[in-house]
Structures are given as structure tokens and as C-alpha cells.
């Protein structure tokens, strides 16, 4: 199926600001969809003379015409005629044809599409004319604001030039709009944008006011206010704002209105976020709380290293000196991976930045005064979760350890290279060192998968209960030994899902 992007694609003959024009329609016609209760679609014409359907815009207000995706179809060449007069006029041109779709009576609207001097396509409005039978007054304000908007395409004045939005605002037409004077005072307010305002605590008709004195007669003296809320409440410019009183928040957009002599009026949509906004606050807030529980157990982590320190210095037993140092390495790393999870938002941790600081770590506590032992990396372990990065951190400061504690035994010089490659949540890892080389590091039982030392063992139980993967030693391609792991990411697999 044909996208946006590939239909713009096929005219060579526009420049990168008219698709820029063309994809800022489509990001905001959906207001105008559901204030006229109508279909729209974007018809381009083709340097081979068809029409192709570039987009296309349902409402949310009514029943769509339309169930199926037009989009890249071409249009019936019965409508050339009809499309090529709409494509020449300089405003609305309306066809003199009521069609059928489906059981529906329609009757299409069209609105060039200018930009710099150019008619770039056609915005066809479908309309069920059984959408105009026996309308009220809410229904009649706004087929009459959808109306102005969709006329003000072909002046090059709707998608705005300079709209000023923070992104937020999402509210739809159904959730509440009112329609302002060109001096701010409120014409028509929907019911639901009077429960908006209801809800931040405003007790006055809102007909015949000032948007503006509604609103800011809701604030408290010493309340602070987002600067772009004046030009929403006057509707003088496309911004977006919020406004909040009385415990409850509601997000406003102002869409101005105008002919071809200037500002008329404008359209404001409202939406009671008030709920959202406290569950934000209530996420920031555990957000907060997680980022400080990591940041108090590596804290604590950090505490038991410093403790199995000064324990192994008072100790006369060089092999219990030894024993007391891995152990100190194995909390290090552990608190390591909660030190990263205390810098971010969520439970993920990006594993890269984490293992690379823990694996030069760990090389440069296991190598002797005169050693220069390098590591590098190629490839990404990508984002994960806790769950996953705590054994797996284990598991490769393991490895490392043992190449350069016995890889490198008597040497001045080496290098280990760690080999990532992750597809979903299957990762597969090589660590290879260019060391002694297979034989001599299994003299110290720890190049082979069977062995019995501390590490070993620590490497195949989360390897093979954690991960249910696999891990194979074997001579390195260039000396040295590599070692292959291969796993499945459990909690990765559960974020996915």
C-alpha cells in the first residue's frame, strides 16, 4: 500500500517546501473534518495526467463515508473534468453532481491546494447531505466554522504559517470548541467547553464575555500561567495553552479564523485533562521514587564493597585476600548496573554505557601494576531491563576477569575484543582475547564450560537458568580464546509483549 511519502515522491517537481506545506495539511485537517462532519481527502495530479488519492482524513464527529483505505488509488477518470476546473479556480469550486457511495447521497466540495503562487492539489470534502437535515445550533456552528477553515486553504491560509504549539494538546473538536468574535467575546460555547470551564470553577454565561476575562478571572493573584494563554483566549494566533484552577487542568488550542480581507474570529478547543495531568504527576513522582530506591541500594551495594575491603585487609591469608577481592568485584558490578538505572526514568538501562565502564573496571582492578591490557567493543546490546542487565553484567565481568587473570599470566600486553549482536531479545556475544590461548587458561579450570571454579559456575547458571542460552569456549582466530554466548533476553521479551 502506498504511503504519503512515496505519493509526494512522485512528483520530482516539487520543492521540499510545498511537501512541507502538504504534510502540515495533513497533520491538522482533522479539525476541520469533524467540525463539517465530512470526509476529506488529498487528491495530487500525476505528471501522467491520472489523480491519485495522497491522503485521506475520517471523521471522528460522524460516520465515515469511507470504511476502506483510498489512499494511492486513482481517482475515476469520469471526474478529470470536474478535478481539472477545481484545480484552475482560485477558491471553493463546488460540483454540480450529487454521487452515491455506497447508500449515501454526496456532494464534493473542492479546495486548491496554494502555495507560492502554485496549486499544488485538491482537498475534496465529502459530504452525506443526510448530515445536513434538520441541524441544531450546535451542529450548524460547526459545519459554519469547518466551513471558514476549509475556505481558507486555497488563500494559503490553513495549515497556519508560524503555528505555535507545545505538542500537548491533543483535544478533538468532540470534546469541546467555541467560536470567538474577532475581538475574543464568546459567540457560541459547545456544551462540553462549557463543562470544561465549569470544572475550573467558572459560574458565569460564558455567551457574550470575553474568553479572556473568563479565564483569567480564574486565577488567583499569585498564580503563574503559561505565556502563550492571552493568544489563546483571544484566539489572535494558532497556540496552544493550558489552563488550570480550581484542581483541574484544561488544554486549549486556538485556531484563528480568516477571509480575505483578515481576521474574523476564531475557533478554541477545549479538553478537561485534568485526570491526565494528575496521573503524570503520579509518575514522575514513582518515577522519582524508583530512580532513588536504585540510588540507595547501589549506595548500600557500594557500602558491603567497602566493608569486604577493610575485611580482606585485615586478613593474613593471601587466598582469602583473593576470595574477599571477587567477591568485592561481583558487588561492584551489581551496583554498577543500579547506578544506571538511577540516572533514568524507567526500569530500562542502557547496557552499552553501563558494561562499557564495568568492563574496563574490571580489567583494570584484575591487571598487574605493569600490565596494559586494552578492550574494545563492536556492535550494541541496546536497552533492557534490570532483570536481564544484573546477571548478564556478571557474566561478562566473569569472562573478562578470567582472560586477563589467566589469558594474560606473565604478559605485559594484550587485548580483548567483545563482539555484540542483538536481534529483538536474542543476543548473541563473543569475547575474544588474544592471549595464552585455550590450553593454558583450562590449567586453571576456567576455559572450559565443565570447570569447576567459582566463576565458571557463576557464568553457566545465568547463562543457562537465566537466559536459557548456551556458551562455548574455543581457540581464538588469532591465538587466544574466544568465548561464544548465546542467549535469550526473558525480561526483554516481556517489555515487548
Same mark, same amino acid.
Given at each position: ?5 512515496? &505519493? ?18 495533513? !497533520? ?67 460540483? !454540480? ?23 499544488? $492539489? ?55 470548541? &467555541? ?236 587485548? &580483548? ?11 548473541? &556475544? ?49 591465538? $587466544? ?17
Amino acid at each position: 500500500m502506498a504511503v504519503f511519502t512515496q &505519493i509526494l515522491a512522485m512528483r520530482p517537481d516539487f520543492t521540499d517546501a510545498d511537501r512541507e506545506w502538504l504534510h502540515q495539511l495533513v !497533520t491538522d485537517w482533522q479539525v476541520i473534518a469533524d467540525l463539517s462532519f465530512a470526509d476529506l481527502l488529498l487528491i495530487l495530479p500525476m505528471p501522467d495526467g491520472r489523480y491519485v488519492v495522497a491522503d485521506q482524513c475520517r471523521p471522528s464527529t460522524v460516520m465515515t463515508l469511507r470504511s476502506e483505505d483510498v489512499v494511492g488509488k486513482e481517482v475515476d477518470r469520469e471526474l478529470d473534468g470536474e478535478l481539472d476546473a477545481a484545480m484552475h479556480a482560485t477558491s471553493i469550486f463546488r460540483s !454540480t453532481v450529487m454521487r452515491s457511495i455506497g447508500k449515501s447521497t454526496v456532494c464534493n466540495v473542492y479546495a486548491p491546494v496554494r502555495h507560492e503562487g502554485k496549486t499544488l $492539489g485538491l482537498v475534496v470534502r465529502e459530504t452525506n447531505m443526510a448530515t445536513r437535515e434538520s441541524n441544531g445550533r450546535y451542529e450548524s456552528e460547526s459545519i459554519n466554522a469547518g466551513k471558514q477553515l476549509y475556505e481558507m486553504i486555497p488563500r494559503g491560509q490553513f495549515p497556519y504559517h508560524d503555528p505555535v504549539m507545545n505538542q500537548r494538546h491533543n483535544a478533538r473538536v468532540a470534546d469541546g470548541f &467555541i467560536i470567538l468574535t474577532v475581538d475574543g467575546i464568546v459567540r457560541y460555547a459547545a456544551p462540553n467547553a462549557v463543562s470544561c470551564f465549569r470544572r475550573l470553577g467558572s459560574l458565569s454565561t460564558m455567551q457574550g464575555q470575553y474568553l479572556s476575562e473568563v479565564g483569567t478571572q480564574l486565577l488567583h493573584t499569585n498564580d503563574t500561567f503559561p505565556e502563550s494563554l492571552p493568544l489563546v483566549l483571544s484566539g489572535k494566533a494558532a497556540v496552544d495553552s493550558e489552563l488550570e484552577a480550581n484542581r483541574s487542568a484544561v488544554s486549549m488550542r486556538s485556531l484563528p479564523l480568516y477571509d480575505a480581507n483578515g481576521r474574523t474570529g476564531a475557533i478554541v478547543l477545549c479538553r478537561d485533562v485534568t485526570e491526565l495531568r494528575r496521573r503524570d504527576v503520579e509518575l514522575q513522582t514513582k518515577d522519582a521514587t524508583i530512580s532513588e530506591i536504585h540510588h540507595r541500594v547501589k549506595n548500600n551495594l557500594q557500602s558491603i564493597s567497602a566493608l569486604l575491603r577493610l575485611q580482606a585487609r585485615k586478613t593474613q591469608s593471601q587466598e582469602v585476600k583473593k576470595e574477599l577481592a571477587e567477591a568485592q568485584r561481583r558487588v561492584q558490578t551489581i551496583a554498577m548496573v543500579h547506578e544506571g538505572l538511577s540516572q533514568t526514568a524507567d526500569e530500562m538501562v542502557d547496557f552499552d554505557k553501563v558494561i562499557s565502564k564495568l568492563l574496563k573496571m574490571s580489567v583494570d582492578l584484575a591487571t598487574m601494576s605493569d600490565q596494559r591490557i586494552d578492550i574494545d567493543f563492536d556492535g550494541s546490546f541496546g536497552l533492557m531491563p534490570a532483570q536481564d542487565a544484573t546477571p548478564l553484567s556478571l557474566v561478562l565481568t566473569e569472562l573478562v576477569t578470567n582472560a586477563v587473570e589467566h589469558g594474560f599470566e606473565g604478559r605485559q600486553q594484550g587485548h &580483548i575484543l567483545i563482539r555484540a549482536k542483538r536481534t529483538g531479545t536474542h543476543l548473541d &556475544i563473543a569475547v575474544e582475547d588474544d592471549g595464552s590461548g585455550i590450553e593454558a587458561e583450562e590449567e586453571h579450570g576456567m576455559a572450559k564450560s565443565s570447570g569447576s571454579g567459582l566463576g565458571t559456575q557463576i557464568i553457566n547458571t545465568f547463562v543457562t537458568n537465566d537466559f536459557a542460552g548456551s556458551v562455548h569456549w574455543e581457540p581464538g582466530e588469532q591465538g $587466544g580464546t574466544k568465548v561464544i554466548v548465546s542467549i535469550n533476553l526473558r525480561a526483554a521479551q516481556a517489555e515487548q509483549n
